[in-house]
């Protein structure tokens, strides 16, 4: 068994996310009680030496009786922790984070280093992050291995072989994806790219390094985008998409005009231009232009870093094409089943035909003539054909059917919309944009059937927390917007109650959400906290829904970066988590990715990929909850 | 004359009282006829397959495992074959397909005798109400599975029908059957728990909250 230094203890007891081996996981429980000290812990390998080994000798000397070791035990653990990173906390691949550029690279470099220091996970979040996944994912890990050498080589019997060998279900749900990628592939250009990786040898021996293959790569890529669009543009444009291309082209222009111009003495002001430049390009799948307009100027120092921007997307591209692809392929089996089903059905008829009072009679209607027949014999039998048969009441007996079947129709569509598993309550929650005067935002949230309870105030404003709900619930519940509907406000009320000061949040099914932080960390984070928790409330009053997204996103496909869906109670995801992340992105994805202690890492820090990327997703949150609303 | 009119009254109230218990027997004979007992043929149907599977399902005997022949009759007369079988403890876990992919249907078997069978529910329903209208008395405990913590379902478990539901109570809705061989509390817990994962303690208590620490 493997002895674990003090840090590690300490380490694992404040972070939720981590398993070291030999650390009770209850600990994580206890973290909502600490978080301010837990942050501080995550934060502390961004600061200088000197506060970081103070703050860990802090945290040591509070818990290191609950962590389990020696307040002693510390001392050299830190002095060698702040100096240098210990092995066991060092990342060995980091493939989403670009290299640390000299500074001299000019504005370019500059923005570079911003963004990588943006997407770095602080140190000891990844080393958690590390050990947790060494944990889980080492047997997982010796089979890909095997697996991408069988691919490698095109060893077509071998990947068989490591299939038919597979140990458990998620090795053989991983392997029979892989196969797919490899064995039937959509887009060979999107593979290659996802693939470039490491060095390689020409015919002439020459060592070919990663980046000389990108620049190739990409600047072929280049081309035929650059051919694509050309072709695109010589057929005749809308007034609409002229104008939408126009205003498109205006805001690049004055972009570049900033990002390029060298009088501006600013160079955050530059670079925040180019980097607006590029997050346009990549929001509309244009990443190669970049580079092709940049390859000329000798930029070596930037080809890294952007290349691996770049292929990311290539990559989270390529996984949603598959993953499309997959979801053609299940509605072509869907389709086969339902053919052979109704292949059967024929040959079942076409078999009863031959005997007498069969289905196949029954198609033709013979068994109708036979019950009407056999009905009227019957009446005249017990004597009450006169019923039908005495003109002076066939007026009233016509009425009276009619009536009979309004008053049944009725009672049956009570007895369905009682028993119907998505409710009834087709209420809606009357919001105006923003309350005012403040302080009635707590009685409109109230007649709305939202109450909020504990410390309302916010930044020294007392009813801060009350007016940031009233506002994001009227963003998120106006019209076309299903939301309220389907968490059925205001006839099934919540209750939100706000306490402590990490930000966290947990939904009750009797609806009571307790909102820890909020406020504390940002709007956008605030905002995401509500509706996350409220999905929450929305799936426990709308199963049905929840189902559906269960049957679109099974949990071998659940794919979205944040960290509740992946990281959350432990390994995910979990189809609950994503769930509510997915209805909580939607409306802020532009300006919030929830991310904790750098994770899931990313190519960016916000989520504008989440309409391109998760299409799938966000598509599921737009029609079922928000109603075709966008934000 | 009081008389027949009289008689003429009477007939007009038998005639439309008559009418509308024709029509209310076949109105609710429509609506309700998904819950009626359906005739059975005396041997159950057998799985369609698809696929190689490492065990000849079809041998596979279910008898233990489902309370009645309509149970077995509504599982087994979709299963389809959907991959190959795999191992998880001591048993072989045989996976059919439904309508969903990636959905699929497990039938847990040992030794050519099916222990557990774990049906999807991919569309609405009220299976759990169903099942609570139609067996009063029966006895059950709550259970939780943190797959779906936080999504308001959770196992209910019947040990003496060889029966549980993962559903949402308040709607009767449910995304799973369990079927197992008719046992004990205790038992069930020292068995298919374990073998299923299922907590007794609810992870979704509120001492376990998610975070989202970070300011963009």
């Known amino acids: 068994m493997v002895e674990l230094t003090a840090l590690q ?37 961004e600061k200088p030496e000197d506060e970081r080994k103070a703050i860990i000798n802090r945290l040591a000397a509070k818990y290191h009786k609950e962590a389990g070791f020696e307040e002693t035990e510390i001392g ?5 922790f702040v100096r240098n990173i210990p092995s066991e906390f060092e990342t060995t691949e980091q493939p989403e984070t670009p290299q640390q550029l000299p500074q001299d690279q000019g504005v370019i470099g500059s923005l570079l280093n911003k963004l990588t220091e943006r997407n770095e996970p602080n140190i000891a979040g990844r080393a958690k992050g590390q050990a947790t996944d060494a944990v889980h994912s080492l047997q997982e890990q010796q089979f890909l291995e095997e697996f991408n050498d069988a691919l490698e080589q095109g060893d077509q019997t071998k990947i068989v072989e490591l299939i038919k060998n597979a140990e458990t279900h998620k090795l053989l749900d991983q392997q029979l994806q892989l196969a797919h990628q490899h064995l039937d592939l959509l887009n060979p250009d999107e593979l290659r790219l996802a693939r470039l990786d490491g060095t390689t040898t020409d015919k002439e021996g020459k060592t070919i390094t990663k980046v000389d293959n990108m620049r190739d790569e990409f600047t072929t890529q280049a081309l035929k985008q650059a051919e694509k669009r050309k072709k695109q543009e010589e057929r005749e444009l809308t007034p609409a998409e002229k104008d939408a291309k126009a205003k498109q082209e205006a805001k690049e222009a004055r972009l570049q005009a900033i990002a390029m111009d060298t009088n501006i003495k600013d160079p955050n002001r530059r670079s925040a231009a180019f980097h607006a430049l590029l997050q346009e390009r990549l929001a509309q799948t244009r990443p190669y232009s970049i580079f092709a307009e940049y390859y000329d100027q000798d930029l070596d120092g930037m080809l890294v870093p952007l290349s691996q921007l770049i ?8 996984r949603m094409a598959l993953r499309q692809r997959q979801g053609v392929q299940q509605a072509v089996n869907q389709q086969s089943n339902l053919q052979n089903a109704a292949i059967n059905a024929v040959q079942k008829i076409k078999g009863s035909k031959s005997r007498k009072g069969g289905l196949g009679s029954l198609l033709k209607g013979q068994l109708k003539k036979q019950l009407l027949s056999k009905f009227k014999k019957e009446l005249i039998r017990k004597g009450l054909a006169w019923a039908f048969l005495s003109p002076p009441f066939v007026g009233e007996i016509v009425v009276g059917i009619i009536l009979l079947i309004i008053i049944i129709a009725v009672i049956v569509i009570i007895l369905f919309t009682l028993f119907s598993p998505q409710g009834s309550q087709e209420q809606q929650p009357s919001l105006q944009p923003t309350c005012t005067p403040e302080n009635t935002c707590e009685q409109q949230l109230r007649d709305n059937g939202v109450s909020v309870r504990g410390d309302l105030s916010l930044n020294g404003d007392p009813y801060g927390k009350a007016k940031l709900v009233y506002d994001t619930l009227a963003l998120i519940t106006q019209s076309p917007s299903k939301f309220g509907t389907l968490l059925g406000i205001p006839a099934k009320p919540i209750t939100l109650y706000f306490s402590g000061s990490a930000c966290t949040g947990h939904a009750s099914a009797n609806g009571l959400v ?29 199963p049905g829904l929840y189902n559906s997204f269960l049957n679109q996103f099974p949990r071998s496909s659940l794919t ?14 979990y189809p609950a988590e994503c769930f509510a992340d997915t209805l909580g992105e939607y409306p802020v994805y532009k ?41 | 004359m009081c008389m027949e009119g009289w008689n003429f009254n009477m007939k007009k109230v038998f005639v439309l009282t008559l009418i509308f218990l024709v029509i209310l027997t076949i109105t609710m004979s429509v609506v309700f006829r998904g819950n009626q007992p359906v005739s059975l043929p005396n041997a159950l149907p057998t799985p369609t397959p698809v696929g190689p599977p490492h065990v000849d399902f079809s041998k596979i005997n279910y008898s233990k495992v ?23 403890d001591d048993y072989t876990v045989v ?8 959905r699929q249907n497990l039938v847990y078997e040992k030794n050519n005798t099916a222990q557990y069978v774990v049906q999807e529910k991919t569309s609405d329903n009220t299976d759990l109400m169903v099942f609570l209208a139609s067996h009063p008395g029966s006895q059950s405990f709550q259970m939780f599975d943190s797959i779906h913590a936080g999504s308001g379902f959770s196992w209910y478990i019947f040990p003496q029908d060889g029966v549980g539901f993962l559903a949402n109570k308040d709607f009767g809705y449910a995304l799973k059957v369990l079927y197992f061989p008719k046992t004990t509390k205790e038992n069930f817990i020292q068995t298919a728990a374990k073998t299923f994962q299922l907590l007794q303690d609810d992870p979704n208590s509120e001492n376990v909250q998610e975070s989202f620490p970070e300011n963009p």
């Open chain 1, 9 to 45: 203890k300490l380490s694992a007891f404040l972070d939720p996310s981590s398993s070291v081996a030999g650390v009770d996981q209850q600990n994580a429980a206890r973290i909502g009680e600490r978080g301010a000290d837990r942050e501080a812990f995550l934060r502390a390998a």
């Open chain 1, 76 to 80: 050299n653990a830190v002095d060698e």
């Open chain 1, 311 to 318: 292929q990311n997307q290539a990559q989270v591209r390529h």
């Open chain 1, 514 to 542: 307790i909102l820890s932080g909020f406020g504390a960390c940002g709007t956008s984070v605030a905002r995401f906290m509500l509706i996350h928790e409220l999905s929450h409330e929305i799936a426990f009053r709308n």
């Open chain 1, 560 to 573: 979205l970066p944040t960290y509740n869906c992946q990281f959350d109670y432990g390994v995910g995801p």
């Open chain 1, 591 to 631: 300006t919030y990715r929830n991310i904790v202690g750098g994770r899931p890492s990313y190519f960016e820090h916000v989520f504008s990929s989440f309409i391109t990327s998760f299409n799938p997703f966000y598509t599921f949150a737009k029609n079922n909850v928000y109603g075709g609303l966008e934000f």
């Open chain 2, 66 to 88: 489902f309370p009645d022949q309509q149970a077995a009759q509504e599982v087994l007369s979709t299963l389809q074959v959907a991959s190959e079988s795999s191992q998880i």
């Open chain 2, 95 to 102: 996976p059919f397909q439904t309508d969903i992919d990636q």
